[in-house]
């Protein structure tokens, strides 16, 4: 059994910044790669960024690629994803898995519960 709550969410003006973050317990996947996943209204999830377990390989969606940072500390095993110079396109709630493949983009079906990220115009 593994927790994941995702945290830091809320209402930003565009250009704006938020730092979320992904805290898990317990030792599930406690040397896994983990990853950020949104899902916009009417919108299919899709994946965000993702971090190796390491932090020495780090992968982003084009979308969000020179605006958003992922970074993990094992030592609190938490994820954060600091989202700069955000759009109202990154209006979603944003979600944390244990992933895997090529680019760490296939998540496992551990979820956290979101936290809501809305990006005014």
């Known amino acids: 059994q593994v927790q994941l709550v995702e945290s830091g969410g809320g209402l930003v003006q565009a250009g704006g910044s938020l730092r979320l973050s992904c805290a898990a317990s317990?030792?599930?996947?406690?040397?896994?790669?983990r990853g950020w996943f949104r899902q916009a209204p009417g919108k299919e999830r899709e994946f965000v960024a993702a971090?190796?377990?390491?932090?020495?390989?780090?992968y982003y969606a084009d979308s969000v690629k020179g605006r958003f940072t992922i970074s993990r500390d094992n030592a609190k095993n938490t994820v954060y994803l600091q989202m700069n110079s955000l759009k109202p396109e990154d209006t979603a709630v944003y979600y944390c898995?244990?992933?895997?493949?090529?680019?760490?983009?296939?998540?496992?079906?551990?979820w956290g519960q979101g936290t809501q990220v809305t990006v005014s115009s």
């Open positions: 971090i190796s377990w390491s932090g020495g390989s780090m």
């Open positions: 317990g030792r599930t996947f406690s040397s896994y790669a």
């Open positions: 898995a244990p992933t895997f493949g090529g680019r760490l983009e296939r998540p496992y079906d551990y």
